[in-house]
């Protein structure tokens, strides 16, 4: 016991301090290592009400994104590609916040539902017009095809089956949910009856009259005096009115790298030489010729004059086939033609025609089965009813197979060429036949060829005057030089003015910017004002659309309530208005009439008439909802003088002659239904905007893209 005695005695408050470190250790642990730590979300592009979205997540839904976006378009554009980021950075913002929303109510999605929206009767719209899932001969949603797809999915050896199925089953999994949601946020807004009554009363109410505008105008601003102080009171009682976004502004000077006299000349030599080769060159070798040396790739079709794109499209239509012609200046190029084939041919072509498809169907059942059209035809059958029962080109089906191409469709890239060659070239009006394509059979019948015209056929090599690599050097070299005698903004004004430079503003640049006016896409320049650069610090030389740009940052803005000297306009605007409406009711006193008040001022008494308490508009003076609530007020007693009004334009005095009531044409009942639809439709138009005002959004994108 002894022993246990000076244990306590002498080590109690050593482990006492343990004990609370060790605790005090435990509680901090998550908030340094755990889920929602600081520094477990160091690396995410956001952290959206405490949930971190990593680089890598956002990084694989953006490709999701672009992947799907090329199979309509593979060449996308920088701002296309803007656009997916922001589509996809909004979609992270619904599924995160709506989420919170879903857990707290309890909404959830269970298979029955997956199932009733995609493979019954009842299915999603979004399904139902999804053509795979339509029955071929009705054109009608069919939910059996659903069942069938989902059933031969793993038949599927590339994958693309599985794939598509998931994007169908995210967006129920997002569509489902919201849509309870927003049921519920419907079905929770509610117009009174009582309120119907008394927008009723307000409605039907109309009034006469006359008035008296006092114009603002009639004192000069600089009669009128103000502090700072009123100015940041002002401020300060109206933040709400004054917020901003965070924002960076530069000063900027652009280096252009444009072509030399010696840049022209070089690539003009070239274009010499080119022309050399193509008049020797065999018409067969021509297309492979075209590729490798022109920025544009060949052009294997016939065009009419009026269809050829280059600036000397009379002269080129006029050679002779043979005939090579150039270099000549075309629009910022070098361009040598050659004249291959000249032809009469139709512009328009109207065929019908009917597909069997060997796709899914052997080479011999597929020539079988066209035959078999082909004599049914000869004997008399309807082209349309077989189109629509054994064709399976679903472009046409419904048509009875029926196309019209204009000479520039059928000559497309992506156009059978042996269609082409039957419907364009071999065949003429009247003309049936079966041909065999990559895609399967077709029966073809010739309606139609007109609008004939002489075609020509040209091959165009095109080369851009751009500048050389020397010259790029020489232009960057004195960009660079520049920026090195520029190292503060006295310094990049001093020497921009004393090299002529023009000094170029960008006044709001935000983070989620890609594009700087006057420059163009600038991402790399709006990541470096927002992750490195200081207030004032001129940066290094940025390569940005064929042009060297040497900035300095200018301004700092920072999310919040903007500061005084960054509003000071507005506010005083509002102040020397303020100030002025005082001033002229100190002035005009309590008028005994408004014709006495009229004749003082030299103004003239209006009248206004079916003045409403619904529409804020005084006529032949414009929006003024001040003055139409003193019309209505209560206490103003008819054929009395108002006292001074301020409104937007000026100080007004009013009298009221009479009330009267006129029936707006609805009853109280469809007025409570229309106004509780239209609160509904703004409340949840404006809901999610509402929902995302008040979470805790971290948006850390600039720092990675």
Known sequence: MSVIQKIREKYATL?????????????????????????????????????????????NREQEAENAARQQNPNLSDEARQQIQEQVWNQLLSDVILGDEYEKLGIMVTNEEIVDRTATPDADPQIQSIPIFKNPQTGAFDPGRVVQFIRNIDQDQTGQARQFWNQIQQYLLRSIPQRKFYDLVRQSIYYPKW??????????????????????????????????????????????????????????????????SADTAQILKQMETLKADL??????????????????????????????????????????????????????????????????LPD?????????????????????????????????????????????????????????????????????????????????????????????????????????????????????????????????????????????????????????????????????????????QARSLIQWMYNDARLNQVSSVFSLNNRYVVAVLTRIQKKGVAPLEAVRPQIAAEIIRQKKAKMIAEKVGKPASLDSLASRWNFQVQEAQHVNFTAPYVPGAGFEPKVIGYVFYKQLKPHTISPAIPGNNGVYYLQVDSLYQESPGITVENLRQNMESTRQSDILAQLFDMLKENSHIVDNRIKYQ
Request: charged share 20%; hydrophobic share 35%; net charge negative.
């Open 15 to 59: 482990m006492v301090v343990a004990i609370c470190v060790s605790l005090i250790a435990f509680l901090l642990m998550d908030a340094f290592v755990g889920p929602r730590s600081f520094f477990h979300h160091s690396n995410d592009v956001a952290v959206i009400n405490g949930e971190g979205i990593s680089i890598t997540e956002f990084s």
């Open 195 to 260: 309120l119907a009554q008394v927008d009723m009363q307000d409605r039907s109410t109309n009034a006469t009259v006359h008035y008296v505008s006092i114009p603002y105008s009639t004192i000069p601003d600089s009669a009128v005096k103000y502090t700072d102080a009123e100015l940041q009171q002002y401020l300060d009682s109206h933040q709400a009115l004054f917020k901003q976004e965070a924002s960076r502004g530069i000063e900027y000077v652009s280096f252009d790298v444009i072509p030399t």
């Open 279 to 344: 008049e020797k060159i065999p018409e067969q070798q021509i297309s492979g010729f075209i590729n490798r040396n022109s920025d544009v790739p060949f052009y294997d079709g016939y065009q009419p004059e009026d269809q050829l794109t280059t600036s000397q499209r009379d002269a080129v239509f006029n050679l002779a086939p043979g005939q090579v012609w150039g270099p000549y200046l075309d629009n910022g190029n070098y361009t040598v033609v050659r004249m291959l084939d000249k032809k009469v």
């Open 348 to 520: 328009t072509v109207e065929v019908r025609l009917i597909l069997i498809s060997t796709q899914s169907t052997s080479d011999s059942i597929a020539r079988e089965r066209i035959d078999s059209i082909a004599r049914a035809l000869q004997h008399g059958a309807s082209f349309d009813q077989l189109a629509l029962k054994y064709s399976d080109d679903p472009g046409s089906r419904q048509q009875g197979g029926k196309y019209t191409f204009s000479a520039a469709q059928i000559q497309d890239p992506n156009f059978s060429p042996e269609v082409r060659q039957f419907i364009l070239f071999d065949g003429k009006k009247g003309s049936k036949k079966v041909v065999k394509s990559t895609l399967g059979y077709f029966y073809i019948e010739i309606l139609d060829q007109r609008d004939f015209k002489p075609m020509a056929k040209i091959a165009v090599l095109t080369k851009q005057i751009v500048p050389s690599q020397e010259t790029d050097n020489a232009v960057f070299s004195e960009a660079s030089q520049f920026a090195g005698m520029s190292q503060t903004r006295e310094a990049f004004e001093q020497n921009a003015r004393k090299q002529g430079l023009t000094i170029r503003q960008a006044a709001e640049v935000y983070p989620t910017d890609y594009v700087i006016p006057g420059i163009g």
